[in-house]
C-alpha cells in the first residue's frame, strides 16, 4: 500500500510565499514522478509541476518564474515553493506519484487528501 501525504497549504496575501510537502511512503520499489495538481471548485483537477526520476521538471505556463518543484535527494519528499502568490492560484493541492511497487507489476497513480491553499487580495 501507498500513503501520500500532503501539508503546508493555508492562507497567505498576495505576493507572499507558501511551501507545500508531499511524502509518499508505503511498499514503493521505485518513483517514476512526483507532481503537483490543483483543483478550482467546480474544475478538473490541472498540472502544476512534475518531476521526474531524473530531476527534470514541468511547469504550468501560469506558475513558471513563480514556483519551483524539488525532491530531496535520497527521500520520497517533493516539495513546492510558491513564491509571488496571486489570488488566481487559490485552489486546493493536490499531489500525485506514480510508483512501482515492490513485488508488483507494472505501475500505479496514488493522490494525497489535498491541502488548501487560499491566497487574498
Known amino acids: 500500500q501507498v500513503h501520500v501525504v500532503e501539508s503546508g497549504g493555508g492562507l497567505v496575501q498576495a505576493g507572499g510565499s507558501l511551501r507545500l510537502s508531499c511524502e509518499a511512503s508505503?511498499?514503493?520499489?521505485?518513483?517514476?514522478?512526483m507532481a503537483w495538481y490543483r483543483q478550482y471548485p467546480g474544475k478538473e483537477r490541472e498540472l502544476v509541476a512534475k518531476?521526474?526520476?531524473?530531476?527534470?521538471?514541468t511547469y504550468a505556463d501560469s506558475v513558471k518564474g513563480r514556483f519551483t518543484i524539488y525532491r530531496a535527494s535520497a527521500s520520497n519528499t517533493v516539495y513546492l515553493q510558491m513564491n509571488s502568490l496571486k489570488p488566481e492560484d487559490t485552489a486546493v493541492y493536490y499531489c500525485e506519484v506514480l510508483v512501482q511497487r515492490i513485488g508488483l507489476r507494472g505501475r500505479e497513480n496514488d493522490w494525497g487528501q489535498g491541502t488548501q491553499v487560499t491566497v487574498s487580495s
Open positions: 508505503g511498499d514503493i520499489s521505485f518513483i517514476n514522478y
Open positions: 518531476v521526474g526520476s531524473d530531476s527534470a521538471t
